[in-house]
Each structure stands twice: as structure tokens, then as C-alpha cells.
Nanobody, 122 residues
Framework: QVRLVESGGGSAQAGGSLRLSCAAS????????MAWFRQAPGKEREFVGR????????YHTDSVKGRFTISRNNAKNTVALQMNNLKPEDTAVYYC???????????????WGQGTQVTVSS
């Protein structure tokens, strides 16, 4: 069992930056692949980025490549999403997720946080 709690959301101007953090508790954090997803109003949940258990492999969806970076700190049981050069279309609720498979498919992640709102204004 893994409990995930996101923080760091808020409002930003286009071109600005925000850093999201996800704190994990419960089972061994380093044994899980981690990912960030987002869901905008009226849209389906969308994959943003994923990271391997040791942080050695990351992958980001095309729309955020070069702007967002996922990272993790196993000593602190945290995963982060650094978001730079934000755009209004990045506005969404952002969720961190933990699973045993590194995938873009949200159905294969076992544990989810409650989400944190990110709003980007033009």
C-alpha cells in the first residue's frame, strides 16, 4: 500500500514555472515506477511523464518535452515535476501515480494522489 500526497500547485503566468512534489508513504517507495498525469476540465486524463525506480530512465509526452522534467529522490520518498515555460494549455489537475509497470497507461498504476490544481493564465 502506498499513499501519495501532491503539493506545489497554484497559479502562474504563461512562461512561468511551478514545481510539483509528491510525497509517498507506506510501502517501499523505491520499488515503484512513478508517473505524473493531468486532467483538464472536460478532457480525459493524460500522461505527462514517468520515471524508473532508480531515476535512471525518464520519458515525457511530446507536448511537455523540453519544458517539464520528472525526477525522484528515493531517500526522501518524493517525486517531483519541474514545469518551466508554462502555457495556458497546461492548466489541469495534476496527479502522481505509483505502479509496478513503467507505462503511459493510467489503468496500470495502482496508487494515486488526490491531485493538485495548476492554472496558467495568458
Amino acid at each position: 500500500q502506498v499513499r501519495l500526497v501532491e503539493s506545489g500547485g497554484g497559479s502562474a503566468q504563461a512562461g512561468g514555472s511551478l514545481r510539483l512534489s509528491c510525497a509517498a508513504s507506506g510501502s517501499t517507495f523505491s520499488g515503484y515506477f512513478m508517473a505524473w498525469f493531468r486532467q483538464a476540465p472536460g478532457k480525459e486524463r493524460e500522461f505527462v511523464g514517468r520515471i524508473s525506480w532508480d531515476g535512471g530512465y525518464t520519458y515525457h509526452t511530446d507536448s511537455v518535452k523540453g519544458r517539464f522534467t520528472i525526477s525522484r529522490n528515493n531517500a526522501k520518498n518524493t517525486v517531483a515535476l519541474q514545469m518551466n515555460n508554462l502555457k495556458p494549455e497546461d492548466t489541469a489537475v495534476y496527479y502522481c501515480a505509483a505502479g509496478r509497470t513503467m507505462t503511459t497507461n493510467d489503468a496500470l498504476y495502482n496508487y494515486w494522489g488526490q491531485g493538485t490544481q495548476v492554472t496558467v493564465s495568458s
